[in-house]
């Protein structure tokens, strides 16, 4: 993978904002189908200076400004529709801001106080094309005629008792309503859900690792870890390298497959795992061995495997900005984070059968060290936990570029592994009458 970008992007960002100003934060957050891939995206943003989610119309403007001129809503969320939230003020305005609204699902918030500018602004947004969401229904809050200008509607799963979403999911979709729930947190409430029509789900479910205790550990794959491990070594030479990954014939296969894809545009096809090294260089064929490695542990959600590179990318860009020059042992930690729910086991069980360093051990098992908080910033920045997406002296904006360029440089890495073809089908609202 190119490695220019990044660095690039950071420069530019730093040019462009000034030391000590404020900076809008965004992330997006994953909206699962049934198939537990993601079909959406939501987008959060705060303010630098305030560390809150926006709120404000000058806040939502300021999102949508960055979401669609600077960052760009393909870098986010590729192909995938994107929900934002607007507030009332921006939804009240005399003309209503419309943003793509083939990929843009504007969210109204179900304690939203309605009066007539309101209402005329929502149906304003409906009639440019936009679907709408209600964000956070709520019996006692949530107005009634807001639900007839509505696509779709978000119940919070602990809010309900199960017999109220027994009783709320069939009169929602009788009204043509597309279900999504949210704060799911284990896959038992997935199933509860999915089997009560509910289409789109948001949560830590897929990331929570007790929920794959029943789970076996993948076979062989202690000993793909090993190899990923060693190739991380930065000691590791040349010829090491290539003959490690020459033994693992399905890595071989992999890596070489990915190599000769229009992904690189390589003006010669790559034989062997040597050519590969020379024309890639160590760096980048170590991150695609890495990634191809973590796709053999079984049949896991695409998305688990984006989270893990994403976080290992943004680890070792924390790690350089901050000034140090040993990246490795960032980059390895980022990327093993996941390994507790990927393998379906404890985190201390699977970093005693690894040669890993003991700075990456502390950090994944018990979060220490510098190596750890680097961990930490980008774990509090995916959940837009702004108040702890801090890591050394790295400023807001630097943390933000680094995140975003981690997130795509992860899906584009992911696209490039995954069969010719492959394509994930958005939740599209019901058609109503």
Not at 53 to 60: D, P, S, T
Not at 107 to 135: F, Q, Y
Not at 174 to 193: K, M
Not at 400 to 414: I, N, T, W
């Amino acid at each position: 993978m190119p490695a220019t970008t990044l660095t690039q992007n950071l420069n530019t960002v730093a040019a462009a904002t000034p030391e000590g100003g404020s900076v809008a934060l965004v992330v997006r957050q994953p909206i699962y189908g049934k198939a537990m891939t993601v079909v959406a995206y939501e987008l959060l943003y705060a303010d630098s200076a305030a560390n809150t989610l926006g709120g404000a119309k000058e806040g939502a403007l300021r999102m949508l400004a960055d979401a669609a001129l600077d960052i760009g809503l393909d870098r986010l969320a590729g192909a995938l529709p994107v929900h934002i939230r607007y507030p009332r003020e921006l939804l009240a305005s005399d003309e209503p801001l419309s943003l793509h609204p083939d990929r843009v699902i504007i969210e109204v918030p179900g304690d939203l106080v309605t009066d007539g500018a309101v209402l005329s602004g929502i149906r304003t947004l409906r009639h440019r094309g936009h679907h709408i969401a209600l964000d956070a229904y709520s019996p006692r809050l949530t107005r009634p005629e807001l639900l007839d200008l509505v696509d779709m509607v978000k119940l919070a799963l602990p809010d309900f008792q199960p017999e109220q979403l027994a009783r709320l999911a069939p009169e929602f979709i009788r009204r043509g309503l597309t279900l999504i729930a949210t704060s799911v947190s284990t896959i038992e409430q997935f199933e509860h859900a999915s089997q009560l029509g509910f289409d789109g789900f948001q949560g830590e479910f897929l990331q929570r690792p007790e929920k794959f205790h029943s789970q076996r550990a993948p076979r062989n794959g202690f000993a793909t870890l090993r190899l990923v491990a060693t190739l991380q070594n930065p000691q590791c030479t040349m010829r090491e390298v290539e003959q490690l990954i020459s033994q693992d014939l399905a890595m071989s296969y992999r890596v070489l497959r990915c190599i000769n894809s229009s992904f690189y545009g390589l003006p010669q096809k790559v034989e062997s795992i040597r050519q590969a090294l020379v024309l890639l260089g160590m760096d980048n064929l170590r991150q695609l061995c890495l990634l191809a490695a973590l796709q053999q542990l079984e049949n896991r959600p695409p998305s688990l495997f984006v989270t893990a590179m994403a976080r290992a990318q943004m680890c070792e860009q924390l790690a350089r900005l901050s000034g140090e020059s040993a990246t490795a042992p960032y980059f390895i930690t980022g990327l093993f984070s996941m390994l507790d729910v990927l393998m379906g086991m404890p985190m201390a069980r699977i970093v005693d059968e690894l040669p890993l360093a003991a700075s990456v051990e502390n950090a994944l098992v018990a979060g220490e060290g510098d190596v750890g908080a680097a961990l930490a910033c980008a774990r509090a920045y995916e959940s837009a936990t702004w108040i702890h997406a801090r890591y050394r002296d790295v400023a807001p904006h630097l943390i933000r570029a680094a995140y975003l360029d981690a997130v795509y440089g992860a899906e584009q890495m992911l696209l490039q592994m995954q069969n010719p073809g492959t394509t994930l089908e958005p939740i599209r609202p019901r058609v109503r009458g």
